[in-house]
């Protein structure tokens, strides 16, 4: 196909999936490439995992495949953060190369507050160290939606008291970002999420 087809679907299909604005221009690369392998005869990469290696998962969490895209997320965001590719797998996933934490929420944390903390904390170094991108704050509470830890009417005073990432811009339209002592804190977090020893 043509240079202006293979660019008309790929945008197609990143705006067929629905992918959030921050990740569309990464999604776009990605869909472009795909689509340049299949024109050309390659493989897709679709749900192919070299040797069929898996994740692995946090008790209660359904088994995910790890396509080669996630793979190369998952070592930058290794090599990025100092921390273990085989831990980072443990506690989360990449789906449409957007990251996502594997649950239990009782594992963020004693109370909503510091699991909404948490999930702050864990989006935001994923964003920035796999994907090279600040996290909108949209995107954070989704995810502590989806974990049932959203702190409803006191989630702006909470976010303002973070300590390792910040928290900026207008209302509306505010994002978190990552700072000198992330992957510190990011450290933390997954040794006592995977109940590892401290460093």
């Keep these: 196909m043509d240079v202006e ?24 690369k990605e869909a472009l490439s795909r689509l340049a392998r299949d024109d050309s005869g ?21 088994s995910r495949e790890i ?22 797998e443990r506690v989360y996933y990449f789906s ?11 594992k963020l944390g004693k109370t909503s507050s510091e699991q909404a903390k948490a999930v702050a904390l864990a989006l935001t170094a994923a964003y920035d160290y796999a ?14 939606v989806r974990l ?9 005073r909470t976010m303002n008291g973070l300590s390792a990432i910040s928290w900026v811009g207008a209302n509306r339209q505010k994002q978190f970002k990552a700072k000198a002592d992330t992957a510190d804190a ?11 020893p401290a460093e």
């Design 42 to 62: 390659g493989s897709s990469g679709l749900n192919e995992s070299p040797g069929g290696s898996k994740g692995k998962q946090l008790s209660g969490e359904p």
């Design 186 to 196: 990011l450290k933390k977090l997954v040794a006592a999420i995977l109940g590892l």
């Design 131 to 144: 994907l090279d991108k600040q996290v909108a704050d949209e995107v954070v509470r989704a995810e502590a």
């Design 148 to 156: 049932k830890c959203d702190l409803g009417g006191t989630w702006a």
């Design 5 to 28: 087809e293979l660019l008309a679907r790929a945008w197609g299909a990143v705006e067929k999936a629905g992918i959030p604005e921050p990740l569309q221009e990464y999604a776009f």
């Design 96 to 106: 449409s190369g957007e990251p996502h934490l594997n649950g239990p929420r009782s």
């Design 67 to 88: 396509s080669s895209t996630d793979e190369e997320l998952f070592a930058k965001f290794s090599a990025e953060c100092g921390i273990a590719v085989t831990d980072l």
